[in-house]
């Protein structure tokens, strides 16, 4: 079977760090990616790992454990734009098909 | 050009109408997906072309029928949608390979 878990929902101060979690249990493993997405648009690639380790990307990090099947995004510098899902997807088998978790919905306030 | 771009925007249609979604991309990428997204639900894989042939149809039902008619362009056909079919689709593209995949801005469709 195929399963993507993420906290639904999370809130943060403005110029604090977020860690936002996603575990997974996947028939196939061939990379995560996380996405970004604001209300009733469409979803925005932030970061891609496909190996141990973390990955940073200027405010945005993520950080995957294969042997865990876990996987974070950590956001600093919390800015009020950032208030958006953060969708967890899993490339799983061919054909670059993703499955998405069902997103984590973070609000920053001031 | 690096985007995907959708048409319409916006489409209400009744169930008996007959209506096509279009979706364009002009970054050479040669894989092209269709999404279905409900309201604070993730999306929903539908279909995937690679060079121009589908390669995957996750069970979807006849009443949404795929084309691709050239590597910069892909359609959904829509006919005899039922209300529950209201949702917004989001088209994709991405080089072939493992590679991240671009979304367009979606069509919200209403199904009266």
């Known amino acids: 079977g195929q399963n993507i878990d993420q906290p639904t929902e999370m809130t943060a101060t403005e110029g604090a760090i977020v860690q936002i979690n996603c575990t997974y249990q996947t028939s196939g493993f061939n990379g995560l990616f996380w996405y970004q997405q604001h209300a009733g648009e469409a979803p925005t690639f932030l970061s891609y790992n496909v190996l141990d380790g973390l990955e940073e990307k200027g405010r945005f990090s993520s950080f995957l454990s294969r042997s865990k099947g876990y996987s974070y995004l950590l956001l600093k510098e919390l800015q009020m734009k950032d208030s958006a899902s953060y969708l967890c997807?899993?490339?799983?088998?061919?054909?670059?098909?993703?499955?998405f978790g069902a997103g984590t919905r973070l609000a920053v306030h001031p | 050009d690096t985007e995907v771009t959708q048409t319409p925007k916006h489409l209400v249609m009744g169930m008996t109408n007959k209506k096509s979604l279009k979706c364009e991309q002009h970054?050479?990428?040669?894989?092209m997906y269709w999404y279905k997204q409900k309201a604070k639900k993730p999306p929903e894989l539908m279909f995937v072309y690679s060079y121009e042939k589908l390669s995957i149809n996750e069970s979807v039902p006849s009443r949404f029928s795929p084309e691709c008619p050239n590597s910069s362009l892909l359609n959904l056909h829509l006919h005899a949608l039922q209300p529950e079919d209201s949702a917004l689709y989001l088209c994709?593209?991405?080089?072939?390979?493992?590679?991240?995949?671009?979304f367009g801005p979606g069509t919200r469709l209403t199904v009266l």
């Open positions: 994709a593209s991405s080089p072939m390979g493992n590679n991240e995949q671009f």
């Open positions: 997807a899993v490339r799983s088998g061919g054909y670059n098909k993703l499955i």
């Open positions: 970054m050479g990428h040669r894989a």
